[in-house]
Nanobody, 119 residues
Framework: VQLVESGGGTVQTGGSLRLSCTASGRFFSVNAMGWYRQAPGKQRELVATIDSGDKTNYADSVRGRFTVSPWNAKNTVYLQMNNLKPEDTAVYYC??????????????WGQGTQVTVSS
């Protein structure tokens, strides 16, 4: 499995960015995809996830500002980030849960993309 992330960058407070993550490789199913982030000196934390039933889960700190989209036919998931704040500065990692059969689950991480919000 491979995950290719893009869309990171530097933006001013109040600005917007859209991250994308495309999964490729051999898997039977995609069970969930999502985004996590890690700021310097902090643990990696959940940002937003979406499962195969389009159920979403957001961190309280981003709810109402960020939107995760269902993955499309190319297994690409997007994270639309609006009204960005300096505390959103972090490396953002894409994550996928996938199956190789009917009843299994594996996970894989992308390499991360830097998001910097300047005040």
């Amino acid at each position: 499995v491979q995950l290719v992330e893009s869309g990171g960058g530097t933006v001013q407070t109040g600005g917007s960015l859209r991250l994308s993550c495309t999964a490729s490789g051999r898997f039977f199913s995609v069970n969930a995809m999502g985004w996590y982030r890690q700021a310097p000196g902090k643990q990696r934390e959940l940002v937003a996830t979406i499962d195969s039933g389009d159920k979403t889960n957001y961190a309280d700190s981003v709810r109402g500002r960020f939107t995760v989209s269902p993955w499309n036919a190319k297994n690409t998931v997007y994270l639309q980030m609006n009204n960005l704040k300096p505390e959103d500065t972090a490396v953002y990692y894409c994550n996928i849960h996938y199956g190789l059969g009917y009843d299994d689950d594996y996970t894989y991480w992308g390499q991360g993309t830097q998001v910097t919000v300047s005040s």
